[in-house]
């Protein structure tokens, strides 16, 4: 699977908020690549700046926000070089999205079958109407949407809300993208409708080599449906790798932290492992290893700069005295 | 832990009526039938919690377990049906006997944000109950604030904050304390844990289970994340549209869980030590609540659904010793 072409390889990105009090770096030099056909769990708690990246690589960031630094290759162009018009002209097309929110993507007052339509018009404006009521049923029929011929002439508060990000999911599909950013597009729904929206994404990934981004709170649904996982801390990615490897294995106190406090991995009734302490606000990051001040291992040297990439192998961290595995 | 119960539910049933509008008040006047929606949010619910006993009640949305919560803690009045304190009819109750009750089972809230107020200082919010009750003289207020405060893990430097400046963990810690001021002994804590990033909810989860060794608190704990649930509970018991389908030890349920719905449950509930799961969901969305399914309401999405269910209403029976489940297929 590693030999598969890179679709998105991001190096550098920050992107920085600006305040009277000057500009914060929300999201402060992250590095990934996504491989085609690959799911990618970028993982953090809120505040960490997961959604921001997300957001920072289809130039989705308004004022007072900006991304200062850093390229954007999908498929070998930088994302950051191109103008507006070029970027409308990709997303919907090559790159979709995917929100938390499905009500934030549907506009209420439009029946399914014009939002859904438009964004076929706005790529291909040389389909018939029919083609495009064709692919539309397709596509909702794809997410699991039943009698879709239906429903494609229901208004957004017609459906409930899996519906709804199925509706959603179904949009972002209709253009066969090449990568899909996905955000905690499963965090407000109930755990039997989150289940059937995985095995779906799941499902369509695998069928048209989709690659995607799922960003989320939740390891536990990374580690049923990602391939690989980015952790994220105040702004950077932490570590990253294989998900097997990061999760049995952690090699930074804070991934592992983030494992422990799950109450699956500890017995009933036990004292869940804590990390203590709360993520630093924006303005109150320390200069060095950012988790410094809630990590068990610190030492002096953590404080003089942050810790560098270090790769090994499949995987790499930003940690000075990194875990080894349990001998 | 005695067997003494602290609550005990009867046949507790709660309806949401809609109330008619102008024009079908017209139409009853005149004598014409009108249709108005009822939502049968609890329907006979039997349930019985013990002294210093974890109760976790799991479900989704719209099954009816925060209305159940909200009737444990009297904040609302059950349709039909008695919630017994103690051992005495918490309807039948008055004076210091009913303070006792509204005093001793408190409420914890899922959103602590909507629960203080945003322009109280922390230490008007956690005295309020102590001067509306007169539970203490205006001397002593200032020391139970401290106290309750350092319970929960908070300085007293945060007496004069207001909700705004802390953040989302420890406001859920000021909820807890503010259910501490009046010393309950029994807490409904309604998915205290799910708004909060998981580290922060791994600080409160210990919290809760520091509180139950120091004080015996009796817990209702209502959430819809089994892995939580599983943690710190007891018994579980496991709600579908307004009915409990099946209830028991937590060790028994997480190992030989008996309802297909908590079957389907476990098996959606996301884990980080199973990897790369080739997902199986269980078909269907959950019913609006306004028309439930006749029969057993979970019959629609049930894999192994005979054609009694969708007309008999299967009974909560014990299958096992303290296991009790609500299903036909126990009973073929």
């Known amino acids: ?327 | 832990m005695s067997d003494q119960p602290v609550i005990e539910l009867k046949n507790l049933h709660k309806r949401f009526e809609q109330r008619p509008d102008l024009a079908q008040r017209l139409l009853a006047m005149v004598g014409k039938p009108i249709g108005l929606d009822t939502v049968h949010a609890v329907n006979g619910v039997d349930l019985t919690i013990s002294r210093g006993q974890v109760v976790g009640l799991v479900g989704e949305s719209g099954c009816g377990k925060s209305t159940l919560g909200r009737m444990v803690a009297g904040l609302i009045r059950p349709t039909e049906g008695t919630v017994s304190y103690q051992g005495r009819n918490a309807a039948d109750l008055g004076g210091a006997d009913r303070l006792a009750y509204i005093l001793g089972v408190q409420m914890i809230f899922q959103d602590p944000q909507a629960s203080l107020n945003p322009r109280q200082r922390l230490h008007q919010i956690l005295g309020e109950s102590l001067r509306v009750h007169k539970l203490a003289p205006k001397s002593e207020i200032g020391a139970r604030v401290d106290q309750a405060l350092a319970e929960v893990g908070l300085g007293s430097e945060y007496r004069e904050r207001f909700p705004y400046q802390i953040s989302g963990g420890q406001r859920q810690r000021i909820g807890i304390a503010r259910a501490l001021m009046v010393q309950p002994s029994f807490l409904v804590c309604d998915e205290p844990v799910a708004a909060l990033d998981v580290s922060i909810q791994a600080q409160v989860i210990n919290l809760f289970m520091d509180l139950r060794d120091r004080h015996g608190f009796t817990y209702l704990f209502i959430s819809h994340d089994l892995g939580v649930v599983r943690h710190i509970s007891d018994r579980v018991a496991i709600m579908y549209l307004g009915r409990i389908v099946e209830e028991s030890s937590a060790e028994e349920i997480f190992a030989r869980a008996n309802h297909p719905y908590t079957q389907a449950l476990l098996a959606e509930m996301p884990d980080v030590n199973k990897r790369g799961r080739k997902f199986t969901p269980i078909k269907g969305e959950i019913p609006s609540p306004l028309a439930p399914p006749s029969g057993c309401t979970f019959h629609p999405r049930c894999p192994h659904a005979m054609p009694r269910c969708r007309e008999v209403v299967p009974p909560l029976i014990e299958i096992a010793p303290g296991h009790k489940s609500a299903c036909h297929l126990n009973t073929p």
């Open chain 1, 1 to 327: 699977m590693n030999e598969k072409e890179i679709l998105l390889d991001v190096r550098g990105l920050v992107t920085a908020f600006h305040t009277e009090q000057g500009a914060w770096p929300a999201v402060d030099g992250v590095d990934f690549v996504v491989r085609r056909g690959e799911i990618l769990g970028l993982v953090g708690e809120s505040g960490s700046g997961k959604s921001v990246t997300g957001f920072s690589l289809i130039g989705l960031i308004d004022a007072p926000g900006e991304v200062v630094a850093g390229q954007v290759l999908f498929d070998g162009v930088d994302l950051r070089t191109l103008d507006e018009e070029q970027l409308r002209q990709l997303r919907g097309e090559r790159i979709a999205m995917i929100f938390q929110d499905p009500l934030m993507t549907l506009n209420p007052v439009l029946r399914v079958r014009e939002q859904m339509t438009e964004a076929i018009f706005t790529h291909h404006p040389e389909i018939s109407r029919q083609d495009a009521t064709r692919r539309c049923v397709e596509a909702l029929t794809m997410v699991g949407i039943p009698s879709p011929e239906k429903r494609l002439d229901s208004y957004p508060h017609e459906f409930s809300g899996g519906m709804r990000q199925r509706v959603a999911i179904a949009i972002a599909m209709l253009n066969r993208p090449e990568l899909i950013i996905a955000d905690e597009p499963t965090t407000a729904l109930d755990v039997t409708i989150q289940g059937q929206i995985l095995y779906q994404m799941q499902e369509l990934c695998r069928a048209h080599d989709t690659a995607m981004i799922w960003i989320t709170h939740d390891l536990g649904v990374v580690a049923e449906l990602a391939d690989r996982v980015a952790v994220m801390y105040a702004g950077r990615i932490v570590e990253t790798g294989p998900v097997e490897q990061i999760l049995s294995a952690p090699r930074h106190p804070y991934t592992q932290g983030l494992l422990q406090s799950m109450p699956a991995t500890s017995e009933p009734g036990a004292r869940l492992s804590q990390i203590d302490g709360m993520a630093p606000s924006l303005s109150g990051r320390e200069a060095g290893c950012t988790f410094r001040p809630r990590c068990p291992h610190a030492r002096p040297e953590c404080a003089a700069a942050p810790p560098p990439n270090t790769v090994e192998a499949d995987r790499s961290y930003r940690c000075y005295f990194p875990l080894q595995e349990a001998a």
